[in-house]
């Protein structure tokens, strides 16, 4: 027995809650059975009689929400709605109605639930809004509009819901002046009494491009009052633009206000935006408020206080925070060991950024990309590019898919250190490792080999493997094919290449059209180095000619 509010109630054993924990889990389970062998072209009711008198709006929400086929979905839905017999008089409510159009609009089924929807009768803001956001979700905005419009000519209710999904669609496809537009329209024509949320979107939608002004403009403007989550997109916006000031005047707002109180977001947000500034005297002075306050840090703000320390250079302090994060009953987490292994290498400490990676992984702990990516760099900056590959060959082993940019880097200290077919290897490996190379990929290596007499087949090579890839060539490759033709005294190629360059409206480099002229007069092609250069002057590019 157990004594609640002053009166005496029996627990309930743990045999009888876990043999039963969901009730309606069998009727759920016998119904779904039987839908799933109903003729679709001439289903038979039958055999749901049984279950009428147990209908209740929570039973059938749960039966939709079941179905992996939506039609067995919308054949139980239709028979619910008028069972036979019916006697607890049982009618589908609006959470019903959302249920089974949230299942037909995620399989795509919009015409299906609209036409359910309209010859119920049951077509309303709070159900059109979810079109909007299905619509959203599969990127067509102008579908979304269009059903925004409905719901303002349903002409019965005002419109918020569908209001609040069309700017939250329009926010997350980056339409924000779009949504600025709509949102003042519906303020001018008072069709929307806006509510937290609407004011909240169009918040998030100025912080998320930047305008964080904008944003506040719509703060103080508020018709109601902001709740946590609006001041934190607000903190957070000011943050991500580096004004401290705005952030700590929304903060303080937020401190004077009666309804909210900060929370470990709040502090956590300005924590980070003081210490991506540096003002690391701010950023403790804040950690003490909230504690103070009675708001515990969590993990994510020591690790906003040790990577910028470790930004900046400071890393015996980043370590001691950690030590202070520990004795705090906060376990350090790759984030956290991530930020001190740059750190070590900002001061130039690769050897212990080194041994500190080998001690996350004896410690159990799983570096993910981000982790390796640091490690692989710092090898490549010290000139270390086998133990790079050997470290993007573990995390293969390891589960980690490989970035771009490791790759990239790595190709750039082969091709410096002339091991140029070290790096096509290596990019040739990148496919079964996980990473397609991108441009860069390809221009770091096709350049470096241009530079290398006789190797301009392999280049040859690369260049089709990057056309193939999807990836066209840029005014830079031009030059450096140009450049290497030259420097074979392929005259011939030479020529075509500059052609090509004319052709896409591509600048030829100085130098490398005065060897490009040369290679042509030595060659005993005057005629075509003289109408090479008349044609660079008609251009009104500026040439050297060079005897």
């Not at 016998?30 to 749901?48: G, V, W």
């Not at 537009?181 to 949320?197: F, H, K, M, S, T």
């Not at 052709?503 to 030829?508: A, D, G, L, P």
Request: with cysteine; proline share 4%.
């Amino acid at each position: 027995m157990a004594l609640a509010f002053g009166k005496v109630i029996a627990k309930p054993s743990s045999s009888s809650s876990s043999i039963n924990p969901n009730p309606n889990l069998c009727l759920i389970t016998s119904i779904t059975s039987i839908l799933q062998n109903l003729n679709p072209q001439i289903p038979d009711f039958s055999p749901l009689t049984k279950f009428s008198p147990h209908l209740t709006p929570n039973l059938v929400i749960q039966v939709i929400k079941n179905q992996k086929n939506p039609h067995h979905a919308l054949h139980f839905f239709n028979w619910a709605s008028n069972p036979n017999p019916n006697p607890k008089n049982y009618s589908h409510t609006p959470l019903c109605y959302a249920a089974i159009t949230d299942l037909l609009l995620s399989h795509s089924l919009f015409s299906t639930a609209y036409s359910l929807l309209r010859h119920s009768n049951k077509l309303s803001d709070f159900l059109i809004c979810r079109f909007i956001n299905a619509l959203g979700h599969c990127g067509d905005i102008r579908g979304a509009i269009h059903w925004f419009h409905k719901a303002k000519n349903l002409g019965r209710e005002h419109c918020v819901y569908s209001c609040n999904a069309i700017l939250g669609v329009l926010v997350r496809a980056n339409r924000v002046n779009f949504a600025k537009a709509i949102y003042n329209q519906v303020l001018a024509e008072a069709v929307v009494e806006p509510d937290v949320y609407t004011h909240t979107t169009m918040i998030r939608g100025f912080c998320k491009v930047g305008m964080v002004e904008s944003a506040r403009k719509v703060f103080d403007e508020m018709r109601c009052e902001p709740n946590m989550v609006t001041y934190n997109t607000l903190i957070h916006g000011f943050c991500k633009k580096g004004d401290m000031e705005g952030a700590r005047w929304v903060f303080d707002r937020l401190v004077e206000s009666k309804s909210c109180e900060p929370d470990v977001v709040s502090f956590t947000t300005l924590i980070d935006g003081y210490s991506k500034r540096g003002e690391f005297q701010k950023a403790v002075e804040c950690l003490k408020q909230m504690m103070e306050r009675g708001c515990s840090p969590n993990v994510v703000t020591y690790n906003s206080l040790v990577e910028g320390l470790c930004l900046s250079g400071r890393v015996d302090e980043a370590k001691m925070m950690m030590s202070r994060m520990r004795l705090n009953g906060l376990r350090d987490n790759v984030a956290t060991n991530t930020s001190l292994l740059k750190g070590l290498c900002i001061v130039g400490k690769s050897d212990e950024a080194f041994k500190h990676f080998r001690e996350m992984v004896s410690r159990g702990m799983k570096p993910d990309v981000k982790a390796y990516g640091v490690v692989v760099n710092e090898y490549c900056k010290i000139g270390k590019p086998r133990e790079a590959v050997s470290l993007l060959r573990e995390m293969v082993t390891r589960g980690v898919k490989p970035s771009v940019s490791s790759f990239n880097a790595v190709f750039r200290v082969l091709v410096a250190e002339g091991k140029i077919d070290e790096g096509v290897l290596l990019l040739k490996q990148m496919s079964p490792m996980g990473c397609s190379p991108n441009f860069l990929s390809y221009c770091i290596l096709i350049c470096g080999l241009c530079k290398v007499k006789g190797r301009m087949q392999a280049v040859e090579e690369l260049v089709s493997d990057m056309l193939q890839s999807g990836h066209n060539l840029d005014s830079t490759m031009y030059n450096c094919l140009l450049q290497g033709y030259c420097e074979d005294e392929d005259e011939e190629m030479a020529l075509k290449t500059y052609y090509d360059i004319m052709n896409k409206n591509f600048v030829i480099k100085q130098d490398v059209f005065s060897t490009f002229v040369k290679v042509l007069c030595a060659k005993g092609k005057l005629k075509e180095g003289d109408t090479v250069f008349e044609g660079m002057l008609s251009q009104g590019i500026p040439v050297k000619w060079e005897s």
